[in-house]
Structure formats: structure tokens, C-alpha cells
DNA sequence: TTGACCATGTCAGTATCCTGACATACTGTT
DNA sequence: AACAGTATGTCAGGATACTGACATGGTCAA
């Protein structure tokens, strides 16, 4: 064999898979998809935020990240204002309830989450976080626009 | 702060969805999608698999697996017979048109791979593969199933 | 042989996400 | 002030993947 390198992205996509997999599992008592439990992390992490903000942190279309605020603005776990003060952008944020239904779900990612990661050290750990964050550092193109993604999971 | 494992989950999600952005962007001109070219990939690996089992090594469902093989075998680039020797599974396999696509499409991908593990060192990618690889094995329910998906990509 | 069980292929319906397009509101330059 | 450029929200349409259901074919135990 000559090369390592597809085994990686191989494995890659099969880990995302699998956690996406394992963690809309752990959601469902809650009625939640994972798109949706993004949102209201990134929400919480930045109240205000504009949808087309929410859109780029969780890695979806604006116009998708609209139809998924209007889904919860009917379920009443998140509020956002008819018209905007200043400029086109709405800033949404968490009603109480929102809060709640994010503070149950964060435990069942949580746990998801310490599972996956079971069985490594902590040096193992980083240097995965470290790995990824030079896969997505090399795969950007422009990194000025990049740094605006806070981790915010 | 206290844990960092959210942030593995999170940086993950994000190598994913960059990656696959990267990758249908390599792959629009040849008119392949992503999933099809992992189709075809592993149709090289294995030929004569079923449907089934191309689904379960590309993380879809056999429903899905079977439409988009319709569409590879409209395109000329996979054959399948209409009836089964024996029992119900129909072995596909690539025809020349298949291997060429595929050819030309493999040398896309490995660019677009390379480019993403490109400033890690030799053991940086092996950490990063057996990290992932570990995240795969503690998230997964049955493992005796498991230990039928071999890494193809 | 009979029956339960499992895997595969397929049909139907639904959900989610995407691309393309347009109007609106701010920003910076001339 | 006027203009181009950029960002946001929104509407319309289509592509893709999923869940649920059913029939078929093979396997294994009673």
C-alpha cells in the first residue's frame, strides 16, 4: 500500500456518520434533530444572532436555517422580532422554554459525546481535536472569513 | 472551562461538511455526486456486492443506494442483472465506462485529500486516523456486524 | 416438511436540504 | 449625493435521503 491518505477521509465521514447517527437517536425522546439542537446551542452562545449567522455555524443554508427557526418559533423555544431595528437582520434568541429543552438535550449529547471519546487520553484527545482543526484549516480557502466560526459545540 | 469533548464533536461535524463541500466542488464537473463516487468506489473493491451491502458501506439506506444506482445504471457506468442466480440479491458491478469515470474522478478526490492532510506529519495522520477509528469502534452498538465494513475509500 | 427468522429488493410517502432568484438595507467609494 | 458591492430575508422549485410497508428468497430449528 502505498498511500495512507484515504483511509482518512474514509474514517472520517464514517465518524461523522455514526455520531450523527447515535446522537439523532439520543434526541428523539425530545422530539430534536441534530440541526435543530445546533441551532439552539448557537443560540444560547450567541443571543441576537442573525439566522444567516446561525446558517454558517451550523453548516447549513440560510434558506434551510430559515424554515428550521420557523419550526421552533411554533414550538415556542425560540422568539424573534417581526421587523429589525436597524438593517435586514432579525436577531433570535431562546425563550424559557428553549432553554429548557436545550438544557435536557445537552446531557443526552453530552453523553454521547464522553462515549465516543471513551477508552482515549486525554493527549489522544487533543491531538484528534488538533488533527481535525488542520484538516479544516487546510480545506478553507479563505481564512479571514474563517475566523469569524467560533467553536461554540 | 471544564471538558473539551464538545469540541471534538463539533470540529468533526466541521472537517465533514467542509470536506464533502470540497469534494462535490472537485467532483461537479465529471456530474458525480459524492455518494456516487463512493458507489462507484467501492463497487471497484467489491464487485458483484449487492445493493445492500453498498448501502451499508456508504451510510445510506438500501432505498437510497438503489435509486442512485438506477441513475449510475441509466448513465451506462454500472451493470446488474435483472434476475438473481441464486436468492434475492443482485450483484452490480462497474462496466468500462464505470472504471474510466471512476478513474478520473479517484484523481480528484486524492487531490482534494491530499490537500487537506497537506502540513501534517506522517505520524500527525496516523494519529489522527486511529483517533477516529477509536470514536467509529466506541460508538458502534453491534460489533460483530461491524467488522463488515472495510475501509474502501 | 413446516414454521419462524432474517436479508434483499421495491413501492409509496415524507422530510430535509439545496440551488436560483429577487427585494431590501447597510457600507464604502467616487 | 450617487453608485456598486455586500449581507440578509424570502419565495419557488427540485434533488436527495429517510421511514414505513410489503413480497420474495434463503437459513435454521422443531
Redesign the interface.
Known sequence: MVN?????????????????L?LEEALKPLELTLSQYSCLHLLRREPGISAAALARGT?VTRQSMNVMLQALLDRGLVERPARAESGRALPAALTAAGVDALDSAQTL??S?????????TES??????R??????????VTVTHAAG?Q???
Open positions: 495512507y491518505q484515504p483511509q482518512v477521509g474514509y474514517v472520517l465521514k464514517q465518524a461523522q456518520s455514526l455520531l450523527r447515535r453548516f449529547v453530552d454521547v459525546e464522553t462515549r465516543m471519546l471513551s477508552g482515549m489522544d484527545r487533543d491531538a484528534l481535536a488533527g481535525l482543526a488542520a484538516c479544516v484549516e487546510a480545506l478553507e466560526g467553536g461554540f459545540w
